[in-house]
């Protein structure tokens, strides 16, 4: 009996401890979030282009850019209108169309 009592104690204390670290986990993940949120800066879309390079649609303030990106830096590859992005939104067409659009190509 006095076994069976030790091994409901260790039980109760391991259930304890993992609730401990589901509630930790939950709050860093809720303050990792709400730091990463930038007040200025919104990435609209996001594709990748090759392993370590994509190209996305940023939104700062009143302007919108799109740029691509890879692990040497990021190059501004033109400014988007708010006309253009609205009819891509509208239409639902993705991400790859808004930019063969940009450089002239058709799908």
Known sequence: MEEFLRWM??????ILVLLIFYI???Y???????????KYINVI????VGQKTSLQVA??????YL??????????????DEATLEEYKFQ?????A?????IGKED
């Open 9 to 14: 104690q260790v039980m109760g204390f391991l």
């Open 24 to 26: 930790f986990a939950k």
């Open 67 to 80: 740029l691509g990106v890879s692990d040497t830096g990021v190059n501004l590859i033109d400014e988007v």
């Open 98 to 102: 808004l930019f063969n659009a940009k």
């Open 59 to 64: 939104k700062v303030g009143d302007k919108t």
């Open 28 to 38: 860093l993940k809720t303050n990792v979030e709400s730091l990463r949120r930038s």
């Open 45 to 48: 879309d996001s594709v990748a």
């Open 92 to 96: 639902k067409k993705d991400f790859r």
